[in-house]
Nanobody
Framework: QVQLVESGGGLVQAGGSLRLSCAAS????????MGWFRQAPGKEREFVATINWSGGASDYTDSVKGRFTISRDNAKNTVYLQMNSLKTEDTAVFYC?????????????????WGQGTQVTVSS
């Protein structure tokens, strides 16, 4: 079955960096667009970033533009989220997700597979 397994979360001070990874199995990874979402306590899960099947196109929510970078390695079936200049408001559980759509998607609808999430906590 399809599995998406996130890793790389943790506790970091404001201004620091983390790199999240999401390893996929059970699917033809290069056929899927990939996304990162996050959910802070008491809030809805929100879009963070997405990348198309080839890695040639990406999109970000405004609050992370210039700080976060999404990338993928199709040979390793892995998508990454490099997070720099972290802020306390970035604290959340981060989820990766896979969509069969060929267009970049910001909404949760259309993402068929989801990981279990990894906690990112940014302290002041």
């Amino acid at each position: 079955q399809v599995q998406l397994v996130e890793s790389g979360g943790g506790l970091v001070q404001a201004g620091g960096s983390l790199r999240l990874s999401c390893a996929a199995s059970g699917l033809t990874f290069s056929n899927y667009g990939m996304g990162w979402f996050r959910q802070a306590p008491g809030k809805e899960r929100e879009f963070v970033a997405t990348i198309n099947w080839s890695g040639g196109a990406s999109d970000y929510t405004d609050s992370v533009k210039g700080r976060f970078t999404i990338s993928r390695d199709n040979a390793k079936n892995t998508v990454y989220l490099q997070m720099n200049s972290l802020k306390t408001e970035d604290t959340a559980v981060f989820y990766c997700a896979a969509t069969f759509s060929t267009i970049l998607r910001r909404t949760r609808i259309g993402y068929k597979y989801w990981g279990q999430g990894t906690q990112v906590t940014v302290s002041s």
